[in-house]
């Protein structure tokens, strides 16, 4: 579904992604882990093209490396970005009808109910101030947004980000419904224990670099991987 390849993206004379290759297949859960710094929420810039990158980015046989961010989004790419970003003085609903583009906004009703389905605590707050909702459903909210353009491939940066752990145990059982229903999902994540548990696969990023990659459940039990990212050495239980 998205091929990367030869990723490259400077800020200045600071490299932030170097060389970076990596591809998500069509229903596939797939992680971007790595420290603050690593490279992670730029590769998610680039793909989308928020940031001017150099090398091929690739959704679904159609190269995107010329096209403006509107017409990524169109292609098929939608993000959760970090921070959520929801608008606060703005109702739940509206928020997630801002997350409609040309071709999904006649199905508005019918996205907005698949929405409220997915996420029954937005549809009881649907007519409250977005600001006035707890960091979870936020994040909750910010996602189901990303979800209202239909994309192929949904990106989210950092959800599980200041969250508690009942938050972060919800959100992979959301990430696990997506892929039941299908949806390409390249998650960006410091917590490695949560990303490499919902996963297919991963990548582990170091200095804008890939410096592992393979299925979830083999580096999770990686000892470098357990050491640097989970925070156990060879022989700890989880």
Known sequence: MLEL??????YGSIPAVRGLTVRVGPGEVVALIGANGAGKTSTLKAVLGLENAKGS???????????PT???????ISLSPEGRHVFPQMSVEENLLLGLTARTRPQAGSLTQEMYALFPRLYE????????????????????R????SPKLLMLDEPTLGLAPIIVS??????????ARGTSVLLAEQ??????ACT???????????????????????????????????????
């Open 5 to 10: 390849r030869d990723l490259s993206l400077n």
């Open 57 to 67: 980015v690739v959704l679904d046989g159609v190269a995107l490396d010329k096209l």
């Open 70 to 76: 509107p017409a990524r989004v169109l292609a098929g």
């Open 125 to 144: 707050r649907a007519s409250q101030k977005a600001g006035s909702l707890s960091g979870g459903e936020q994040q909750m909210l910010a996602i189901a």
């Open 146 to 149: 990303a979800l209202m353009s």
């Open 170 to 179: 919800q959100l992979r059982v959301i990430i696990g419904t997506l892929k």
């Open 191 to 196: 917590n490695a224990e949560m990303a490499l």
């Open 200 to 238: 297919d696969r991963a990548y582990v990023l170091e200095n804008g670099k890939v410096a592992k990659e393979g299925l979830s459940r083999e580096l999770s039990q990686d000892p470098a991987v357990r050491a640097a990212y989970l925070g156990l050495g060879e022989g700890d239980e989880e």
